[in-house]
DNA sequence: CTGAAAGCGCTTACAG
DNA sequence: CTGAAAGCGCTTACAG
């Protein structure tokens, strides 16, 4: 196991002990954050851990971090992971990954991510109160990635600015002309409403009259935004420009319109929320808010280390900005 | 560690081994495929390790399977990591996903992987001679997914039917009544030349005279397909179906259509290759040759593990079947 | 082919 | 707060 015949010593924790001067167990305390410990003794032998580099034998609790997905969809999934992995390999932890959703066995569960001992859990979108019990009393460090739904206070979290994106993206077509915008609003999830309220808030400060009527709110497939498309472009009155809360919605709304016979964005102005692979793909390519999960995963992984160092931090949850990616289907409304 | 007061024994190698009525010593060959052990024996200790459902402490070698990328890509490498996960969580395995590829710190290697001690190693699409040795000298069973470049002939792999998806997709256009049928090759690798080689097989078998200025040879990217289809389209005696070597690239066949006029499948036939998940909402839906990557990841991990348990494989590499999937996007030419 | 013995790195009570 | 001692599960020579 340990292959130095008789080069540079392997750096075990008998060797980082004998460095520090202190006993094996004092280390063991310091690695496994245990109480017991002077803040003295703490941070020289923290000092020495990172000088010589220590790794715990691979597998053994803190040398991975686990991502979990409730459902690992092609469209976004790659960016967390590969978020991930960036950090994680600068810190020399693997990054494992497993999926606890729908169609995972019945006897899958938290259990198995805690029996693999990971160094770290993070959670995307989703986390129940059971699991979070669970690695509380492991005291495993987790993190939710674009949390979903409400979470407790005290439970880390690195989300998007989902009010901000979907403020930004009312006003960039109120700033084009537009007047009459519909937005296609998702379930009652904590992002969607936020980003509704964006809408409504940049509407507000342009003086337009909100018209209820214009939003709908429906689920976040491309047929469901297929289908609200093609209702509010069949009135009478139709919108000039449609937002729509994601990006599935959106190209739900460009079929609507093709199959109207109107023209993006001649006709019809479009701005959809996300940016998935495809949206620059588009014909035309979309105007949509960028949600920057490879960031979000990166900071998520940092966070979920500092957590583990039992470092202070400066707060347990954050937003990191959507940036408004203008590309080809959004242009001022026929007058 | 051991959480039983006096529960149901813990299932360790001791407790294997008096099971068996063998030393400790024993179970541990046999868990690693050491030698110097009776086949008997072997055979009455492996009976009990799946008897008792014995795991190896979580993180030591053999607990997980690490899937390599070489560069990880939203349309394709989820499906992958699906595959593997499926299987590896009902072998009570943990994924490892890492990525060796282009954007990798120089300091990484395959020697990071090795030091997190997994019990297998997926390699998707390209592994190296070095490689191979290191694994090969640790002991490490390792699968390529999807092979890109020529394997020594005792590298294990699981691929997909490249000249068959080609064959039937040409079949495909001339069944149809095309006989100006185009192909958009890709570079030098074996899995293009295959797709190439399926297109030429179906065109001779059907009587049609090859029109070599009909292949033009390109990066499967969707600009290359693009600039491909746009030269190939702009000829007075332009074809009336193209075959491209993948999907990306028939997405620029696409645009290049929509600029020259062209409808689709009305005025040109358009088949693709790989079906990712965004060929479905193409407008139209393109007809493609699905890659079953899932059950390429899957039969991968299975082979892995059935390679690592030392039992005998009936072959040491083998190809799942490619299907059409007939989509909107090929009709008869018209007359 | 087999296993007693020594040893690995690490953790856990627990005495000071 | 500290560490000697016992113990964990596992592996490695090596003697029979």
Redesign the interface.
Known sequence: MTDNPSGPPAVTIAFIAESAGVSIPTVSKVLNGRSGVSVETRARVEGLINKYGY?R?????G??V?IVFRE????????I??GV?RVA??N?I??????LGPD??PA?SID?TI???PGFVLFVSEISAPEQAKLKAKDIPFVVINPAGELPDDVPFVGTTNWRGGHSATRHLLDLGHRRIAMINGPDYPFCQARMAGYFSAMAEADVAADSSLVVRTFLT?EHGYAAALELLSRPDRPTAIFASNDMQA?GV??AA?ELGLSIPGELSVVGFDD???SD?A?PPLTTVHQPLFEMASAATDLAFTLGRGEPVRQVGLEIATVLTIRKSTAPPRS
Request: proline share 2%; charged share 35%.
């Open positions: 790794r034998p691979s597998g053994s609790r040398s991975t686990e690992m969809e092609g469209t976004w999934a790659v960016d992971i590969r992995e390999r600068q020399r693997g990054v494992l990954v497993s999926q995972s066995s899958t198995e029996g693999r001992r491309r190209f460009y079929r093709r998935i692979v495809v793909w014909d």
